[in-house]
């Protein structure tokens, strides 16, 4: 049955990493995760799995077999989604980093272009040669930085398109729902509500308030 899921997950391709998990249990328990059939199910996998069967301390063959390995499931939830905000302060460091890097190069290349500058004491002909061999340097330095701007412009819309993914709206606009109390608490678990409590369901486009019946996970509007 694991070997069948994982296959099926990967024929339908519906999310970008699958995480063939179970929580802690006995040798019995885990075992399935150590035949060849699933083994052999991660490993044709085009998706990127990740292994995170058991406790910290239980090691099976799919964690071997797999492209990762997380220590529990929740660990391999966080791993699959990195923080935001850190990411965007990735990028604004990449970007600083960048500029002080051009600006050095530049000052580099004004220096070297001065020092030139100041032996062009010959007579006219060297002269004449000289200040051709600097229009030269000057046009491969703006070549080179404008191909390299260019590379960098293009790993900096990358990283945008990365973040963008990341959007907790965007995971909204494929049906989910965000539920919060009233008092802005995030509901993650239906024993955090008692049958009454008012909740606010934030969609896709738009929210809703809602009340919660009972531990059934129905709702009245």
Known sequence: MIAQAIRRADERAECDVLIVCRGGGSIEDLWPFNE??????????????????????????????????????????????????ALL?????????????????????????????????????????????LEQLQLRLQHAMARQLQRRQQQWQ?????????NPRAVLQRGYALVEKINGELVQDSTQLQAGDQVRLTLGKGSAD???????HRFLA
Do not use: K, W
């Not at 492209?67 to 905000?85: F, G, I, K, V, Y």
């Not at 990358?158 to 990341?166: C, D, F, V």
């Open 158 to 166: 990358g990283l945008q398109q990365s973040l963008a993914h990341l």
């Open 89 to 133: 302060r990735s990028v604004q460091q990449s970007g600083l980093r960048l500029q002080r890097v051009m600006q050095n190069r530049i000052q580099q290349r004004q220096q070297q272009l001065d020092y030139l500058n100041r032996r062009l004491l010959s007579p006219m002909q060297q002269l004449a040669h000289r200040r051709h061999h």
């Open 210 to 216: 809602a009340r919660f019946a009972s531990y059934s």
């Open 36 to 85: 060849e059939v699933v083994a052999r199910a991660i490993h044709a996998c085009r998706l990127p799995v990740i292994s995170a069967v058991g406790h910290e301390t239980d090691f099976t063959i799919a964690d071997f077999v797999a492209d990762h390995r997380a220590a529990t499931p929740t660990a391999a939830a966080e791993l699959t989604s990195p923080d935001r905000q």
